[in-house]
């Protein structure tokens, strides 16, 4: 689990990944939960590329972590002797993961098999990598396993948020007023939930956290970014339940076609001295 932000404004784009990392094992016929934090989610792309890609969903395909895939991604970037674009980045990193993927994939079907030869649902791990690039505009996509579909996040000059991860629900009810996606998958099922998503798209306005993200500065961006990872672990860490969001946090900006790491883990001894 995770929280992913991708802020949108004039002068170019804001990353954030946390650094929780969460898993569970059937111990005595129960499952136990276990988290850690520091786990590296977001990656520059390249040594000289205005570019990054950030994690969302499965930490690793089997014995492949994604983030090494992704650091295997960015040197092949840069030994390319032909010029690197978003799509290139994209096609790089689809190159990178999607065998690796493949290869679970399989050792998934080939368990299930012998598990249960009657066919059944199998589920695989559901992944999602976020790329931002800044080169002659600014550009975000996201891929996602299976089958690395790719979605255009931004296309256009503007202001735009966007919100992956388990920490992403309690930051729409912030945002929205109202956590639409939930409301909008009972509205199926209730009538009273069908009534009250009608009622909350109309008056939306009215319940939503007044924002101006298509005017906001790169450095507000920033810390409006951190205020929001706050929340989502705060909540998180207060809630009943095990912990999935939290961690130190990484920003990445991408302003005139440059990138800049505003906060990035360092790797550091519990002995050091903290004064």
């Known amino acids: 689990m995770t929280l992913n932000l991708l802020t949108q404004v004039p002068e170019g784009l804001v990353m954030l990944a946390d650094s929780m990392v969460s898993a569970s094992e059937i111990v005595d016929g129960e499952v136990q939960y276990f988290s850690f934090e520091h786990a590296r989610k977001l990656f520059h792309l390249g040594e000289a590329c205005p570019a990054a890609a950030m994690i969302s969903g499965a930490g690793s395909l089997g014995s492949s972590p994604v983030g090494q895939l992704l650091r295997d991604a960015s040197r092949f ?10 799509n290139t980045c994209l ?34 791990p559901e ?3 976020i790329v931002g690039s800044y080169f ?15 979605f255009d996040l931004i296309k256009d000059s503007g202001g735009r948020l966007c ?14 007023g109202i956590d639409l996606e939930s409301l909008a998958a009972d509205a199926g099922e209730t009538p009273a939930a069908a009534d009250a998503l009608r009622y909350f798209e109309v008056n939306e306005r009215r319940y939503a956290m007044p924002l101006a993200i298509e005017v906001m500065p790169v450095q507000q ?11 989502a672990a705060g909540y998180d860490r207060f809630k009943v339940g095990p912990h999935t969001v939290g961690g130190e946090v990484d920003v990445i900006a991408l302003v ?3 990138l800049k790491w505003i906060h990035k883990q360092r790797l550091i001894s519990s002995l050091d001295d903290p004064s």
Do not use: N
């Open 127 to 129: 992944l999602t990598v």
């Open 136 to 150: 002659e505009d600014v550009r975000a996509s996201e891929l996602s396993w299976p089958g690395a579909k790719r």
């Open 91 to 124: 096609k790089v990193i689809a190159d990178c993961i999607s065998p690796k993927y493949d290869e679970f994939a399989a050792e998934i079907r080939e368990h299930t098999a012998k598990r249960q030869p009657v066919a059944e649902q199998i589920e695989y």
């Open 256 to 258: 005139d076609r440059k």
């Open 77 to 86: 970037l840069d030994a390319l002797k032909t010029p690197v674009d978003h």
């Open 163 to 176: 919100l992956w991860g388990s920490g992403s629900a309690v930051l729409r009810r912030l945002i929205r």
């Open 221 to 231: 961006a920033i810390y409006f970014a951190e205020y929001l990872a706050s929340v």
